[in-house]
């Protein structure tokens, strides 16, 4: 059966050495360090014994931005924030069941860094009222990302860190071990509501240092040299 309209391009992340990586879907981890917790308000318990179920929420696969390009301001909002993360790229489908933190690394394809940019007035909106805030973060042009670097060539992930900068002055850095859920306890936790395709791609949540953009700003993001972003907020 033909289609009735063009079918529409699918998103595609470049990879290190060469091809893309198609996007099958964008998932999210909000609250992830407890220092960026405490400053959005909240208290987050960082031992697992006490930390409850992590924070999760999706975006579009063509809300990404690759190649370094400009990222419009978004319309409806006068407080676009950064947030910079860690994203992690599935190369396998998860087995059906639940996934065990132990075989999650079987599935990473690679790494890259990106930014969940976030309209955070229409955010704090949503949370005063009790309602979902898609409009927040499923926006276009809301994830930026490097290219992405197989996993063979990330030599121990969690003795990196993340750094930020705007206009040439640091905003966000921390190291990925103060994350409160690593990337096989949230592959786990992905896995119990959802079947982890080939093609997802996971932003693993921020540090501390959230703040607003604005158009000619600059931003720079780095994974410790494994990995870059880099694009100017443009109106």
């Known amino acids: 059966m033909s289609d009735v309209i063009p079918a529409p391009q699918q998103a595609r992340v470049p990879v290190r050495g060469g091809g893309t990586f198609p996007v099958h879907r964008i998932y999210c981890v909000g609250r992830n360090y407890a220092d960026h917790a405490r400053e959005m308000g909240s208290e987050v318990a960082t031992s697992k014994a006490e930390r409850g179920e992590p924070t999760l929420f999706a975006k579009p696969a063509d809300a990404i931005v690759t190649g370094n390009a400009d990222v419009p301001y978004p319309p409806g909002t006068n407080d676009l924030h950064h947030e910079l993360e860690l994203v992690v790229a599935l190369g396998a489908d998860a087995p059906?069941?639940?996934?065990?933190?132990?075989?999650?690394?079987?599935?990473?394809?690679?790494?890259?860094?990106?930014?969940?940019?976030?309209?955070?007035?229409?955010?704090?909106?949503?949370?005063?009222?009790?309602?979902?805030?898609?409009?927040?973060?499923?926006?276009?042009?809301?994830?930026?990302?490097?290219?992405?670097?197989?996993?063979?060539?990330?030599?121990?992930?969690?003795?990196?860190?993340?750094?930020?900068?705007?206009?040439?002055?640091?905003?966000?850095?921390?190291?990925?071990t103060d994350m409160i859920w690593d990337v096989p306890d949230i592959l786990h936790e992905l896995s119990r509501l959802y079947a982890l395709k080939a093609g997802d791609l996971v932003f693993m949540g921020t540090p501390a240092g959230v703040a607003a953009l604005q158009p000619g700003d600059t931003f720079v993001g780095s994974l410790d040299g494994v990995a870059q972003v880099r694009g100017t907020i443009v109106d």
């Open 96 to 176: 059906p069941g639940v996934l065990a933190p132990e075989d999650a690394a079987a599935l990473i394809y690679g790494y890259a860094i990106g930014l969940d940019l976030t309209r955070r007035d229409l955010q704090n909106a949503a949370r005063k009222a009790g309602q979902p805030w898609d409009t927040a973060k499923g926006f276009d042009h809301s994830a930026p990302i490097s290219e992405l670097v197989p996993a063979a060539q990330v030599a121990d992930l969690m003795s990196l860190t993340v750094t930020l900068t705007v206009n040439g002055s640091v905003r966000q850095h921390a190291p990925l």
